[in-house]
């Protein structure tokens, strides 16, 4: 079986059984291919030195250490399932160590911004800005309520299906990476701005019958993520804040940053966010050092 066919028969395995999404696969086929071109003799016999020698040189390219980290998570989960398969007896990169990179801190925003921005969504939604579309006002401030409100990536927002503002319940199942649902909270201003769009979003014949909660004309059937994020800046302007410090993301972050503030524990946080390693929710580990030192200068007798 030729190095490509390997390639395939990999692909297929993580749609078919990891329900790994269209984007995932895309790009692990970029990465492996692009390795394939650079490795000689094939990639599925690649040796240690032969993977060691095209991160190296990939390194000298100037890829960063977070592409270059990308990278070789490709091909060591395309090793692994060669192994599996039995079409290797050997991992080449199992002595392979990653590429050291460092961990910026995820772009956020104070609780005073967010509800400053929280307010203005909800007074544009009572009385929307001279000339502006009075539904779209609606839909804006359920987007930002729900997504403060539950930490959504921003693709799952959008897709949230109808039913979810048609249960007055405090929590809803969501649907994310890799197929796999968790349950996530709904605050009642969350809820009581759904239920304020669904009765608007009633009114549009267009709209009425679709399974989204915020329908759209696109391909997709709903709200495309990148309207929602011209809107979302266009919000933060209107209440003082730089739209280039604002993104669905953000919004994301802050939503972890501020329940870790708050005093939550953080794998409850990783479980709300749908992160499927709690390596990835430790970005935020800088939120609770924070409040490790605020406790012990608060409460400990022989603090200053």
């Known amino acids: 079986m030729s190095s490509a066919a390997r390639i395939e028969a990999f692909l297929e395995m993580m749609s078919a059984e990891r329900g790994a999404a269209e984007n995932t696969l895309a790009s692990y086929r970029r990465d492996l291919e692009d390795a394939a071109s650079a490795i000689k003799g094939g990639l599925a016999n690649a040796a240690p030195g032969d993977i060691r020698g095209y991160l190296d040189g990939i390194a000298a390219q100037g890829f960063a250490p977070t592409s270059q980290a ?57 009385e929307p800005p001279s000339g502006s579309d009075p539904l779209g006002a609606l839909r804006l401030h359920a ?20 039913t979810v503002a048609q249960r007055d319940d405090r929590f809803f199942m969501v649907r994310g990476k890799g197929n796999k649902e968790r349950m996530v909270p709904l605050s009642t201003k969350a809820r009581l701005a759904m239920t304020a769009w669904l009765a608007a979003r009633a009114k549009v014949p267009a709209y009425a019958e679709s399974a989204f909660l915020f329908p759209s004309s696109s391909d997709s059937g709903h709200l495309p993520r990148q ?73 400990h007798p022989l603090a200053d």
Not at 143 to 162: D, F, H, I, K
Not at 259 to 283: E, K, M, P, Y
């Open 70 to 126: 990308r990278k070789l998570s490709a091909l060591r989960q395309f090793f692994k399932f060669l192994y599996a398969e039995g079409l290797r007896q050997d991992d080449p990169t199992g002595t392979l160590d990653s590429p050291k990179k460092g961990r910026p801190l995820p772009k956020t925003m104070g609780e005073a911004e967010a509800g400053r921005l929280l307010d203005r969504a909800a007074a544009e939604a009572k």
């Open 143 to 162: 987007l930002v309520e729900v997504l403060y409100a539950t930490g959504l990536r921003v693709s799952e927002l959008v897709g949230l299906p109808v």
């Open 227 to 299: 309207v929602f994020a011209r809107d979302l800046k266009g919000l933060a302007a209107r209440a003082g804040i730089a739209a280039s410090k604002i993104s669905p993301h953000v919004l994301r972050h802050a939503f972890a940053s501020h329940l870790l503030q708050n005093g939550a524990d953080l794998r409850a946080v990783q479980q709300l966010l749908g992160h499927a390693d709690i390596s990835t929710t430790q970005i935020y580990t800088h939120v609770l050092e924070e409040r490790l030192v605020r406790l012990v200068n608060d409460h």
